[in-house]
């Protein structure tokens, strides 16, 4: 008899199945990962860009890569929510108990993470082309924004992974995605960093938030993209890398 190793990726399929269902039916995780950055993408664009000296006569332009993070960290805590929930109702017990991949649960809720989140930024991008975004990229610099949102997300969601198994409450399984949500605010997502006193400056031309904007920015309107690309890179993989074997560490530990 063969392994439920052997099955990993058909196990794995039905568990992303299962999890995207539980998005579907929830219309609150659909409303806060997509319809809340498009109500703040039009709030900044048509009341406060008229205030707002970024340097560029087309503000959704330079607004677009920001609101894409912000969805995407606003979509890894619905991530950590559902992972508390089943660790809480046992769920992961009683998959250990069948005849299946034993991480194949886990997996299912990183890849719906990925695929949610793709959901998420395209529909904005969308809602960004009606508004008047434009971009002059090709298909690699499309492709190399796809990969950078991509690893964005990963490293994002294996630190809900930590956050989810080890929470002792619905609200400290979300938490961690507050800071992460705020970071955008203090970078170059809204403004130019230039404008910002010294020591607000200092903090975000330092974060990774910073490097990962201007790298989809620069991407977006084929310009220079110098040293900025291999810092944003550097912090996703470094993040992602240490998440991950903190994640599986836990998951061991907790589950078997």
């Not at 579907?24 to 008229?50: A, E, H, N, Q, W």
């Not at 009683?94 to 395209?122: E, Y």
């Not at 619905?170 to 230039?194: K, Q, R």
């Not at 900025?228 to 996703?236: F, Q």
Request: hydrophobic content about 55%; glycine content about 6%.
């Amino acid at each position: 008899m063969k392994t439920s190793n052997n099955y990993f990726f058909s196990d794995m399929s039905v568990m992303l199945g299962r999890s995207m269902r539980h998005i579907l039916r929830s219309m609150d995780t659909i409303i806060t990962v997509t319809i809340t950055p498009i109500v703040m993408m039009l709030l900044f664009v048509y009341v406060l860009g008229g205030a707002i000296q970024a340097g560029t006569d087309n503000y959704v332009n330079y607004l677009l890569p920001g609101m894409l993070l912000i969805s995407i960290a606003s979509g890894t805590a619905y991530i950590a929510y559902r992972l508390f929930m089943d660790m809480q109702r046992g769920i992961f017990e009683r998959f250990s108990s069948m005849p299946i991949a034993r991480s194949s649960a886990l997996w299912g809720h990183v890849l719906t993470a990925l695929v949610s989140n793709a959901i998420s930024v395209i529909v904005i991008i969308l809602v960004a082309l009606i508004m008047g975004f434009r971009s002059s990229a090709g298909i690699l610099s499309w492709l190399s924004v796809a990969g950078i949102l991509a690893l964005f997300t990963l490293a994002l969601t294996w630190l809900a992974v930590i956050a989810g198994l080890s929470a002792k409450s619905v609200d400290g399984a979300g938490a961690f995605s507050y800071p992460l949500i705020f970071l955008p605010f203090i970078s170059s997502a809204f403004v130019p960093t230039e404008s910002m006193p010294t020591v607000v400056r200092i903090f975000a031309e330092n974060q990774p938030v910073t490097s990962i904007v201007n790298t989809i920015r620069a991407l977006l309107s084929e310009s220079p993209i110098e040293n900025e690309i291999w810092v944003a890179l550097a912090w996703c993989l470094i993040t992602l890398v240490i998440t991950y074997l903190f994640a599986i560490r836990i998951y061991k530990r907790k589950v078997g």
